[in-house]
C-alpha cells in the first residue's frame, strides 16, 4: 500500500528500493496438455480422481465433470511465465509476493548456486528481510532464510544481490506437493516443483541510482502501534471451526462453522430455518456446528466493536483464513486439547455411548442441508477445550507482524486474531483455497443490525413443544430435553439454555442408518457405509466400476513420484484467481525471460 512513507519513488522517505528496483511477482502452479492448454483433472482417470472421488466412496451420478477437493499443478509460473529468470543488478530489490495457487502452500527458501546452475546442493542458503505483507509494513523488520507462503499471501520482502555478483539465486519451494499440514519439507510427488524461480546477477550496478535501502529502517511509530490492533482491548470474543465435511454426492466438502450456538448483535439466538427439510432432520433452535454458503448468517458483530475469533481447526490440513473488508492481527496459537477416546478428533455416533472419555475437544456427525435440498454431512464441536499457549518461536517460518487479511490455520490449532469492524454491511469470510471456498467453505458476517432476510427461523421454546422438548428448546435442566439412550441414537442435554445434543445432529432423537436399510446419500448411513442401488451397504461390498481411459493428451494419471494413495490431493479449476492476476501477469517493465538452461 502506498503512503506518504512509501511513495513508490526513488527519494521515499524509507529509502525503499523503487522501480526498476520493486518487482511484483504472482506466482502460481499450473498443468498443461501437449498442446499447451491448461488442464484441470475432472473425469475419471484423470489424476488424483481416486483419491477424492473413489476412495471417499463418492457417486457421482452423472455430475461429471466434477470438482476436486485441491489442485496441485506440476509447473511453476510467475506473472504467466514458467520457471523464469529476470537479471538483476549487484543491489538491493524489493519483491512484492503473491500466491495465486489453488491450494499450493509454498515454503520459501532463496538459494546461491553457479551460473546456469539449477542443482541446490551445490548452492549456499541467502537471507532476505521480511518488511511487511498484506495489507501494510510490518512492526518491524524479519530477517529470515525461509518463508511459509499461503494461497493468497502477501509478503513484501528485500533481497540484497549485492554479495552475488556474476552467480544464480534460486527461490526454493519446500512445501511440497499436497494440502499443508505444517510439515516442512513436505512430501514432493512432481520432478520440478520445488523450484520456483531464478535471478541471475548478470547487470552491472547503475550508479546514476543509488542504492540508499538500510536494513535497520524504522517505521512511524504510530504505523507500527496500529498493527494488529495491540492496543486496543476486543469487545467480544467468538470460536468458529473448520470442518472437513461431505456433500450429497460423498465427495469431501471443507466448511466453515459455529463452536457455541450462534446469536445477534443484541445476545438473541440465531435458530435453523423453520422448514420441513430442517425440522425433519432435527436442525432446530440456536444454530451451531457446520454450515453452507446459503444458510442464515451466524457472524453477526455490532458496528465498531473489536473481535477476537477463535479459529478452531479440527480439519486434517492448514487453511488460509481470509476475511473482507478487515484487516486484523494474529493474537496467539493454542494447541486443541482432543478427547483420549477420539480418533483423529471424531468420536463416530454409535460410538458416543462408550468411546467418550470427557477429557477433552472431539467432533461428531450432524447432517447438513445443501443448497438444493439434499443431505451432506457435517460435523460439531463438543466439549471444546484448549491447551496452552504456543510460542511464537516454535513457529520461525510463520511472519505476521504486519496487518493481516489472510492467516494460516494450522491442524489441530485454535488460531485467535482480532479485528476491528468500522464498516456496515454484508461481507464475507472464507478460506482462500479456491477450491475450499467454491465449495462451501465460505460463509457471511454481517456488520450492524441483522436484516430479516439473513436470519433463520424463529426459535422454539418449551411450552410450544408436545411431550419432551426437541434440540433447540430453551430448558433449565437435563429433564426438560428428551433423552433416548440406544445403540445409535442421541441423548439431549441441557446446555447454554437450550437442549444441545452434542452429538449426531442438533436436533430431535434421530438414528444412521444399517446395512439393508433404504437411503437416498450416503449420508443417512452408519459409517464405513455406502449407498448404493438404495440401500445402505458395507464399503466392502461395493466394486466400483472400472474407469474411463483418459484424453491421450493429458497428463499421465499419477504423475512420477505421486503416491497413489495420497490422501489429499486434488484439483479444482482456478480460473477466478487466474482472471484476478491477469492485471498483475503482464508485467513488461520486468523483462522476465524463460529460463533457457533445463529445469
Known sequence: NRDDDDTGLPDNPLNLPAFPYELPLAVQDRMFKEDGQLFYPAFPGDPYWADFITDEGATIDDLEPSALAEFFGDVMVVNGKIWPKVDVEPRNYRLRLLNGCDSRFMVLELFAVPLGQTDFSNGSKVPFLVIGGDQGPASQQT??????????????????????????????????????????????????????MAFDVTLPFDS??????????????????????????????????????????????????????????NGDPICWPNDEKHEALGLVGPMVGTATWHGPTTENIKLGAVEEWEIWNVSADAHPIHLHMVHFGLVSRKEIVFDSGAVEGEIEPEDLETAVVGDGTYYTDMPLVMHDGSLGEGYRVVNPTAGAELSEEDFPEYIN??????????????????????????????????????????RIFHVGDLPADQRGGECPMVDETDGDPPAGASCKSDADCCFVSSPNRLGVTCANRYCDTSVLAFGVCVHKKEAGESCTSINECMSEMLCTEGKC???????????????????????????????????????????LLCSVAVLPNLNLMLVTVPW
Open 401 to 442: 507482524n504486519f496487518p493481516r487479511d489472510v492467516v494460516v490455520a494450522l491442524p489441530g490449532q485454535i488460531t485467535t486474531i482480532k479485528a476491528h469492524f468500522d464498516k456496515p454491511g454484508r461481507f464475507n469470510w472464507h478460506c482462500h483455497i479456491l477450491a475450499h471456498e467454491d465449495h462451501e467453505m465460505m
Open 208 to 265: 546514476s541510482r543509488p542504492d540508499t535501502f538500510k536494513p535497520s529502517f524504522d517505521l512511524p511509530a504510530e504505523v507500527a502501534r496500529q498493527v494488529g490492533h495491540g492496543d486496543v482491548e476486543a469487545t467480544n470474543r467468538r470460536r468458529l471451526g473448520l470442518f472437513e465435511g461431505h456433500d450429497n454426492q460423498g465427495r469431501l466438502q471443507p466448511l466453515l462453522g459455529t463452536i457455541d450456538p450462534a446469536e445477534d448483535i
Open 537 to 579: 451397504s458395507p464399503k466392502a461390498d461395493y466394486i466400483p466400476e472400472d474407469p474411463v481411459d483418459p484424453d491421450p493428451s493429458t497428463p499421465s494419471p499419477t504423475p512420477p513420484g505421486a503416491t497413489s494413495g495420497a490422501r489429499r490431493f486434488g484439483p479444482i479449476d482456478a480460473v477466478v484467481f487466474f482472471t
Open 143 to 196: 530477517n529470515t532464510d525461509i518463508l511459509v507462503f499461503e494461497p493468497a499471501g502477501r509478503y513484501d520482502i528485500i533481497v540484497d544481490f549485492s554479495s552475488y555478483a556474476d552467480q544464480r539465486l534460486i527461490f526454493k519451494n519446500t512445501g511440497g506437493d499436497e494440502p499443508f499440514g505444517g510439515d516442512i519439507p513436505g512430501p514432493q510427488a512432481f520432478a520440478h516443483t520445488d523450484k520456483v
